[in-house]
C-alpha cells in the first residue's frame, strides 16, 4: 500500500519556539493532505485539510496563525507550531488521499510526539 | 453534524475469544464507513471499509456490517489473537476527498 512518513517522530522543545513537522507521500503524490491532532484516550481531531498549492482550510477553532500548513509539492506538506505552549503538547498525525489505480483512500503517517516543556 | 460513537475500552479479552467493538455514527445523507486499526507506535491503518447499506467489509477475520436501520457498523471477530491487539477506529466519510471523522478509539488487548 502507499506510504506517508512523518518527521519527526517525536520532538521536544521550549515554550515559545515554532516546530516544524513535515509529512510526505513517500510512492504516490496527493494534492489532498490532512492534519489530524490526537489528545491521550481521544479521537483524532481534523485540525485542517492541505490543498498543494492553495491555503489549507482550516477547522472551527483552530487557529490558523498559530498552525501554519503549507502544502508546496505534491509529496510534501509541512505543519508549523509557532510560539508553542505546553498546551500544544500532542500526538500530530498526518494522511494524504491517493488516487491512485481509481483508488480513493486515505493513507496516515506514524504521527509526531510534540512534547512543549 | 457527522459524528460517530464507539464503545469506551479497554477491552480485554483472552485469546480465541469472541469480539464485538460497537460504532454507531450520525450523519446526513449516507456517509462511507470505516475501521481503522493502530498497533503500537505504528500509523493507522484501514482494516475494512462498507460504503453503502448492507455491504459487509471484512478483513483479516473481522469483519463488519453496514446497518442504516440502526446507524451501526459494529466490528466483530469469531476467535481474536495476540496479535489483534491494538487501538480500533470508527470512522465515517461523507463523500470523497474529505477527511474522515473518527470515534473516539477502542483499546483491545488479548492474552494468551
Known amino acids: 500500500g502507499a506510504v506517508v512518513s512523518q518527521h519527526p517522530s517525536w520532538v521536544i522543545c521550549k515554550s515559545g519556539t515554532s516546530v516544524k513537522i513535515e509529512c510526505r507521500s513517500l510512492?504516490?503524490?496527493?494534492?489532498?493532505m490532512f492534519w489530524y491532532r490526537q489528545f491521550p484516550k481521544q479521537s483524532l481531531m481534523l485540525m485542517a485539510t492541505?490543498?498543494?498549492?492553495?491555503?489549507?482550510?482550516?477547522e472551527q477553532g483552530v487557529e490558523k496563525d498559530k498552525f501554519l500548513i503549507n502544502h508546496a509539492s505534491l509529496t510534501l506538506s509541512t505543519l508549523t507550531v509557532t510560539s508553542a505552549h505546553p498546551e500544544d503538547s500532542s500526538f500530530y498525525i498526518c494522511s494524504a488521499i491517493s488516487q491512485a489505480g481509481g483508488i480513493n483512500e486515505q493513507f496516515f503517517g506514524p504521527g509526531t510526539r510534540l512534547t512543549v516543556l | 453534524g457527522n459524528s460517530v460513537t464507539q464503545m469506551e475500552g479497554p477491552v480485554t479479552l483472552s485469546e480465541e475469544a469472541f469480539l464485538t467493538i460497537n460504532c454507531t455514527y450520525t450523519?446526513?445523507?449516507?456517509?462511507?464507513l470505516f475501521w481503522y486499526v493502530q498497533y503500537p507506535g505504528e500509523g493507522l491503518q484501514l482494516l475494512l471499509k462498507a460504503t453503502k447499506a448492507d455491504d459487509k467489509g471484512s478483513n483479516k477475520g473481522f469483519e463488519a456490517t453496514y446497518r442504516k436501520e440502526t446507524t451501526s457498523f459494529h466490528l466483530e471477530k469469531g476467535s481474536v489473537q495476540v496479535s489483534d491487539s491494538a487501538v480500533y477506529f470508527c470512522?465515517?466519510?461523507?463523500?470523497?476527498?474529505?477527511?474522515?471523522?473518527f470515534g473516539k478509539g477502542t483499546t483491545l488487548s488479548v492474552s494468551s
Open positions: 450523519a446526513t445523507g449516507y456517509p462511507s
Open positions: 510512492d504516490f503524490q496527493a494534492t489532498t
Open positions: 470512522a465515517l466519510k461523507y463523500q470523497a476527498g474529505t477527511a474522515l471523522i
Open positions: 492541505s490543498n498543494e498549492g492553495s491555503k489549507a482550510t482550516y
